[in-house]
């Protein structure tokens, strides 16, 4: 992925900020990618407008409409491979991609996870963070694989957690840093820094610290 931009898949499933943090990067030239598509499962996520205000093509796949995830991950596979992207980014995408979809891009999915894995994964992690009385909680950038949100980590930024903080206040402090590291870890694949050996991520030849 040396010496050109990269195509960019990102999935939503609501309000997108993250997407919109991508876009803003893409387009001051800040990291050499463009998004290529904008795919929701939800019709409703205000990330899709995001999308269509920047000129990106959306395209909307509602779960409901299908009995087993595998034909989920079908569609949503047929859909990606139209726009032939280089890198498939999570970002706030609340399903489960299986297995097989998994295997089909191998180290080419991303995601963007509220929590400093592998603490906490899964969901409302905020408030897991809150009452296990932590002192840092933060985001991650991981590869996807087969073990949910265990992928090979790519970025963290860990935020202070501080006397009166609510899952909201904690939430918005954990947004901003989201909008730090997943365009970083983009702009770092994009330029070609990253490598998956022995299933741990390396940037510029050296094992990320976390
Ligand atoms: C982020 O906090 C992300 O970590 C989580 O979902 C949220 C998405 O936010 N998986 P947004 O839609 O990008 O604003």
Known sequence: MTGRTIALAVLISGNGS???AIIDNCERGAIRARVACVVSNDAQAFGLERARRAGIPTRVLPH????ERAAF???LADI???YDPDLIVLAGFMRVLGPEFV?????RIINLHPSLLPKYKGLDTHARALAAGDKTHGASVHFVT???DGGPLIAQASVAVEPGDTVE????????????ILPRAIGWIADDRIRVVGGRV???GRAVAH
Do not use: I, M, W
């Open 202 to 204: 390396l940037l510029d």
């Open 64 to 67: 409901e409409g299908f009995r």
């Open 146 to 148: 087969a073990d949910l």
């Open 18 to 20: 993250n997407l919109q």
């Open 169 to 180: 206040s904690l939430q918005q402090k954990v947004h901003e840093k989201e909008h730090e």
């Open 80 to 82: 990606l491979d139209e």
């Open 73 to 75: 991950d079908a569609a």
């Open 103 to 107: 295997a089909r891009y191998p180290n």
